[in-house]
């Protein structure tokens, strides 16, 4: 769409919960510092609305929504908050700070939720929709209402209660498809008719987050948009609870190559997504699968004959959108250990990577160690050794060094040096295999009470000297903290991996406190 055709009825709002609801994917917890890193992107990237967090939970999610709604500089910062008075407060008050701020407030209103979760009545849950936006309302102007469930609510009841929220002051009316069971025909017909059937539908925005669990949370957001809807939210590379969300990088460039179909626009600078996918991906350490749509790594290859015959004839062949699009570019690189600076940043934008002067100095001098000790350096080592870089920075807890005896006769032992907090530490421990040893060496060194939930290892590349990547699971206190590392020695990455989650778990203690109760 031209810029002389946009009109304001066309323009979707594009918001973010990859701090709020992708956080909620069991394991990809994120550190106070990454959660700055991506919120500054997707101020940057041109997202309308970043949902920072869920400030009553704990010290440390407040912590967060306040110090990113003190650094915004274009986008709206929201928090979440339950139907409780204290909620709406601890929200307002960490979302003040901000240029524009935002009270996101939630209640169920199916029949099934209301019931057996709320154990509420219709009436009840009316009544505390009011209060709680009208007490929004008195600490902010820009309120978001959502109606949990709200595929599966009833339209009579709906239509009851969403007309209640708008006259109390909400200016933004979210029907969620919660748990994924909506089809896009339907959702674009539920959302049409709720906002024909409103008569103050006009005075707020509406609003569609939808949840992958048949896999059409991307196609439900479109559709919503079809019946109305106005705003979209998403996440980066669609994570989120159980099958996540709908993919914020997959509804964009929809909107952008079939503009024919959705005549919508957006503030999204495209070339940006690849960036911000692998930037989520390393700081929560869940990889991003290798044939996902537009950020996937096999988004633009091309190996069958044919298929490379057309592509370089003519992209457009078999390519809707060109790499560069999204933030790619055609590598021409090939790194070594003779390769400079400059090679190396060209092959990182190449990529999609866009790192900070600290952060580039360790990843060049990595690289540079990698290339002494492996013959071909791959795409694929530089994008696990640069990830490995960017989940490492801030932790407390780093591997100094490491030395395993293993073999046929055990126990085996693992002798390792940490560096906890500037401290050095010296440890060595027996384990039932060189993998167990060097875990019982952390233990011992770092006390814990965590629980090894997942251990993967994988090879990034082929050959004998390709660089094991190797994916650690902790759970603690409840919570699931994921980390992955990669080294040509496998027990190093372990160890590495082991302790990228053990620091996740370390640095949500120091920041959170006890939730607050809820009145």
Excluded at 36 to 53: F, K, Q
Excluded at 250 to 264: C, G, K, Q, W
Excluded at 270 to 296: C, D, E, H
Excluded at 387 to 400: C, G, N, W
């Amino acid at each position: 769409m031209t810029t002389a055709n946009k009109s304001a009825k066309d323009r979707v709002i594009i918001f973010d919960t990859t701090l709020r609801d992708g956080e909620q994917c069991p394991g990809a917890t994120m550190t106070f510092e990454e959660k700055l890193e991506i919120a500054e992107m997707l101020d940057d990237m041109g997202v309308d609305v970043i949902e920072a967090g869920f400030p009553i939970t704990s010290e440390g999610d407040f912590q967060a929504v306040s110090e990113i709604a003190r650094r915004s500089k274009n986008s709206i910062i929201a928090g979440l908050s339950r139907a409780h008075p204290k909620d709406i407060d601890r929200c307002a008050e960490a979302v003040k700070f901000a240029k524009r701020g935002r009270v996101h407030t939630v209640i169920a209103t199916s029949p099934l939720h209301m019931r057996v979760k709320l154990n509420m009545t219709p009436e009840q849950v009316i009544e505390t929709s009011i209060a709680n936006v009208s007490r929004a309302r008195n600490h902010i102007d820009d309120v978001e209402w959502s109606a949990e469930d709200g595929t599966r609510s009833e339209m009579d009841f709906l239509c009851r209660i969403v007309e209640a929220v708008i006259k109390a002051g909400a200016t933004t009316v979210n029907i969620p498809d919660t748990v994924g069971y909506t089809v896009p025909e339907e959702y674009t017909a539920f959302m049409r008719t709720l906002i024909e059937r409103v008569p103050n539908s006009d005075k707020a925005v509406f609003s569609v987050h939808c949840h992958n669990d048949l896999g059409m949370a991307v196609a439900n957001s479109l559709a919503g948009l079809a019946g109305g809807a106005r705003q979209i939210e998403c996440t980066v590379n669609g994570i989120g609870e159980r099958a996540g969300n709908a993919a914020l990088e997959e509804v964009v460039m929809a909107i952008n190559i079939r503009n024919d179909r959705f005549p919508y626009w957006n503030k999204i600078d495209t070339t940006m997504l690849t960036r911000a996918s692998k930037l989520v991906s390393a700081a929560t350490s869940f990889p991003v699968q290798y044939n996902k749509a537009i950020v996937g790594r096999n988004a633009f290859a091309h190996e069958s004959g044919i298929h490379q015959d057309g592509v370089l004839k003519d992209a457009s062949t078999y390519e809707i959108m060109r790499p560069e699009m999204v933030g790619l570019k055609k590598s021409s690189l090939v790194l070594g250990k003779h390769s400079g600076r400059h090679a190396f940043v060209h092959k990182l934008e190449e990529m999609g990577y866009k790192l900070g002067a600290n952060q580039l100095e360790d990843a060049f001098v990595a690289m540079k160690a990698l290339a002494d000790r492996k013959k071909d350096i791959y795409d694929e080592d530089i994008e696990a050794l640069v990830d490995q870089e960017i989940a490492a920075a801030h932790d407390r807890i780093k591997l100094t060094s490491l030395t395993v005896i293993a073999g046929t006769h055990g126990p085996q032992r693992a002798t390792m040096k940490l560096d906890v907090d500037g401290q050095t530490k010296i440890e060595e421990a027996e384990g039932n295999g060189p993998v167990d040893a060097v875990f019982n060496c952390i233990k011992a060194l770092v006390p814990h009470e965590a629980k090894l939930e997942l251990y993967q290892v994988h090879a990034v590349t082929e050959g004998t000297d390709a660089q094991a990547e190797v994916s650690v699971r902790l759970a603690h206190e409840g919570r699931s903290m994921t980390s992955k590392a990669s080294d040509p020695d496998t027990l190093v990455a372990s160890a590495k991996a082991y302790l990228g989650a053990l620091n996740k778990i370390v640095m949500k203690r120091q920041r959170d406190m006890p939730a607050v109760a809820a009145s």
